[in-house]
């Protein structure tokens, strides 16, 4: 579950400090990318050119970098998170962040951060037991940070008792099955419109534009994967699915993709639009192949199509989830946020054609994901599977 997850890892200033070098290396196995932040007293015990070789980033103490000036952003820090974890914490840590004491990188951090945070305490058994940590643990699990407890055993003092730190593979375990957890989508019904749609000048051309269907159809594994019940309502195209339980509806055109639209989203959880629908279509259909020999070219009359997401925003209920699509080339995070509420989405997923590698035909894609409480997280260019799931994972964070 951990790969390609952004990790904050927190060190601060205790002798466990030294495990936290085979927990950075445990996250980065299982495929994570890890953003190490120390506090100044966690430098006494471990060093930052060893977490920096590991974790292939600059680690992150101070709130500026001494000798450029540059300035460390714990805003952006706490965004990009995927999960926070800090480990050791020490009582000092523990007590910053149950009272919200920013004078230090690591607790600005995450002070920031909207992602998930486990505290991993480390500290000697008296100071653990103490009333004053007790009770900063209790508030720091009344916020809605993970606590891994901490083991008894032996400890830095050489007194047996509670307080030594979780061990790296149970702090790994105890963040992977958080992500398996709560990505999951067992249970829900997820359907997803893909491709184009045509439409038909007469029997032999049509109106239509370059989707493959790659996205939406990547969309549909990733949540087959995770367990749900999917169908994918599907203009023409030539991928399928490839995990075996995804049903697909066949349309062609905006029209017919409508109606299995609005059908199937009667009974949906989630719905994600990511079909690129023709916005018009032909006024009159030729019955028989319009001739080139003869008369002048035709003029063709186009009629506006309906706006699939936008019906479906109109009947959305409590409990549905509606994420659309937007394909922009200019203006893009304007044009996206007003196709969110325009819509009624609960989210939207821009990719603009300016960027290489995004949007139609391609095996990758560059996204923004923009949500409706006026959040917005850009990721780097991925293949479509990453992207897709992505997206799950941010549409399982709004559920
Ligand atoms: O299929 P691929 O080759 O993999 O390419 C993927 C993609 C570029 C098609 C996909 O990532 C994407 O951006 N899909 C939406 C394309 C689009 O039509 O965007 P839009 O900005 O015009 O539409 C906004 C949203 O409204 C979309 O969710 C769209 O599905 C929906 N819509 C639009 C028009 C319409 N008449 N009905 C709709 O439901």
Not at 7 to 19: F, N, S, V
Not at 129 to 153: C, E, F, K, V
Not at 241 to 248: A, H, L, Q, R, T
Not at 362 to 369: E, S
Request: proline share 5%.
């Amino acid at each position: 579950m951990l790969k390609g997850k952004h990790i904050i890892l927190g060190i601060t200033g205790g002798i466990a400090a030294y495990k936290s070098v085979s927990l950075l290396r445990l996250f980065v196995k299982a495929g994570a990318e890890v953003q190490v932040v120390i506090t100044p007293a966690g430098k006494e015990f471990i060093t930052p050119v060893t977490l920096s070789a590991l974790s292939g980033r600059p680690v992150i103490s101070e709130f500026f970098t001494a000798n450029t000036g540059q300035w460390n952003s714990h805003v952006d820090i706490g965004l990009w998170a995927d999960a926070m974890v800090i480990a050791p914490a020490t009582a000092s840590t523990i007590a910053k962040m149950a009272c919200g004491v920013a004078d230090n990188m690591l607790v600005t951090t995450y002070l920031s951060a909207k992602a998930p945070v486990f505290v991993a305490p480390a500290m000697d058994l008296d100071m653990m037991a103490h009333p004053t940590t007790q009770r900063n643990i209790d508030l720091l699990r009344s916020y809605g940070n993970h606590i891994i407890d901490s083991r008894a055993g032996e400890l830095a003092s050489h007194l047996v008792g509670k307080g030594r730190m979780a061990e790296p593979e149970e702090i790994l375990a105890a963040v992977d099955a958080f992500f398996e957890s709560s990505l999951t989508m067992k249970g829900l019904k997820v359907r997803v419109t893909a491709g184009p749609t045509y439409e038909k000048i007469d029997p032999v051309r049509f109106i239509g534009n370059y989707s493959s269907g790659k996205m939406g159809y990547a969309i549909a594994d990733e949540a087959a994967r995770r367990g749900a019940d999917v169908t994918v309502v599907s203009g023409p195209v030539s991928v399928s699915p490839s995990e075996p339980g995804v049903k697909v509806v066949r349309v062609e055109s905006a029209r017919e993709m409508m109606e299995a639209a609005r059908r199937e989203f009667a009974e949906a959880d989630v719905a994600v639009m990511a079909a690129a629908v023709a916005d018009y279509a032909p006024a009159e259909q030729a019955q028989s192949k319009i001739k080139r020999e003869g008369a002048e070219p035709p003029v063709i009359r186009l009629v506006k199509n309906p706006d699939i997401a936008a019906a479906l925003g109109e009947v959305k209920r409590s409990g549905q989830t509606l994420v659309g699509f937007a394909l922009e080339t200019d203006h893009e995070m304007e044009n996206a946020a007003d196709k969110m509420r325009r819509k009624n989405l609960d989210m939207i997923v821009l990719n603009s054609l300016r960027d290489s590698g995004a949007g139609f035909g391609t095996d990758t894609n560059l996204v923004t994901m923009l949500t409706a409480d006026g959040r917005s997280k850009r990721y780097d260019l991925k293949p479509k599977r990453e992207v897709a799931s992505d997206i799950l994972d941010q549409i399982c964070a709004l559920r």
